[in-house]
């Protein structure tokens, strides 16, 4: 009866021993999986990121201007016409967005020509916080 008891105890210690080596090794596998499904999705979240920027960078804008003078009688008017669209490499992606503004004489094109264009590359990259309130 003794050596039963015995035996009894010595395979409950073992069995007790190799619950802990196994739940330790669960542990370290669980640690494992949590860190490879971390690693997977930041690659996931890299490769999405550069493929966004590769696309954005083969985004362009084509623009183009003129000054347009009306004459009629003893009326002179001289205008600005900003022509712009968006080309993805070599593809149009809209037709011509025409700009018309009066000019006066002597004033700067190339400046209303910026402050016109609406296409800007930086703010098709970088919209400000009216173009963001749009989006949303």
Do not use: C
């Amino acid at each position: 009866m003794l050596a039963y008891f015995v035996m009894k105890a010595r395979m409950e210690a073992a069995i007790a021993g190799e619950r802990s080596a196994l739940a330790e090794a669960r542990a370290r596998l669980e640690g494992q999986s949590k860190t490879l499904a971390e690693t997977i999705r930041a690659t996931e979240e890299a490769a999405k990121r550069q493929a966004f920027d590769e696309f954005l960078a083969d985004l362009r804008v084509e623009e183009r201007h003129y000054l347009r003078e009306q004459k009629a009688l003893f009326i002179h008017k001289k205008s600005l016409v900003l022509q712009e669209r968006i080309y993805f490499r070599n593809i149009p992606l809209s037709s011509w967005v025409e700009h018309e503004m009066p000019v006066e004489e002597g004033a700067d094109v190339e400046k209303l020509v910026k402050t016109l264009a609406v296409f800007t590359p930086d703010l098709m990259l970088n919209p400000g916080p009216a173009a963001r309130k749009f989006l949303r």
